[in-house]
């Protein structure tokens, strides 16, 4: 039998047997189309075709520019075909048994620069201050201390509203943090972090929690804060899409590592268990790293 005779009777099973919908069926039309294809041009058949033609097929994907998840998504559609053929009958084993799926590329972290960073935190302060409503500058104080910590010590939203008051030692000067599994670390803060706390905590009623709620938890809720922070974004000029709590986690680290600090040290800061996880920011280290060897290198200047 033809590629394209399989290719046909493995999507007639598909659509009798597992109803698969008639847009599922064309696109596994076109993948196995294109697959078998590739299979002939190289003198075989998808009955005797081996492994090393399953990986020769994936790698020339990636030239064409296809994306680890597309070409994930195309194996997927050759496992399913030869595993009919070997139900069937028509072919004893499986070429793709042992065929890694390509991975795709963590994506790189969204970050905000320096300036615009300062321009949320300066209009955050700027409304802290400003009159309102008891309820509004209550709001206004508890958002500015929220960005001011989080912007300070990079910890992960669920962590930062959920801060007992007890876990700000008594300077302020570092708090102390229970993050993933339940491991506790302490993390420093800087002088405007300190003076928010500062003035934050002379503004509660005494509880347990330094950013109290009436919820069911006791503490802010994290959507809470992001619906803020996004509503503080649209006023200070920088698109809401752009904003959201962990993205000033990315810009602690990213400018700390920017800054000079040590993978390790900011490894240890963001609370991650394995420095693999941290090296995702050493992407804002490229450029740091050309400029310092165009200024160093003897042979730049030439």
Known sequence: MSGAHLVGAFLEMMSAERGAAA??????????????????????????????????????????????SSSARRLSAIRQLHKFLCADGLRGDDPTRIVASPKPRRAL??????AEVD???????????????????????????????????????????????????????????????????????NDRARDAVRAWIETLPPGPWLFPANGEDGYLARQVFARDLKGLAGRAGISAARVAPHVLRHAFASHLLAGGADLRVVQMLLGHADISTTQIYTHVLDEKLRNLVEQHHPLAQE
């Not at 972290?109 to 320096?114: D, I, M």
């Not at 321009?119 to 960005?147: D, G, H, I, V, W």
């Open 23 to 68: 847009n599922t069926i064309e696109a596994y039309r076109r993948d196995l189309s294109d697959y078998s294809g590739f299979v002939a041009g190289r003198g075989q058949s998808l009955l005797d075709c081996p492994r090393d033609t399953i990986t020769a097929y994936l790698e020339n994907l990636k030239l064409e520019g296809l994306s680890a």
């Open 109 to 114: 972290p969204k970050v905000l620069s320096v």
């Open 119 to 189: 321009r949320l935190l300066t209009l955050a302060e700027t409304e802290a201050n400003a009159p309102a409503s008891p309820a509004k500058q209550l709001a206004a104080r508890r958002l500015y201390c929220l960005l001011e910590m989080l912007y300070a010590t990079g910890l992960r939203v669920s962590e930062l509203v959920s801060l007992r008051r007890n876990a700000v030692v008594r300077d302020a000067s570092f708090i102390t943090v229970i993050g993933k599994g339940s491991k506790e670390r302490i993390v420093p803060m």
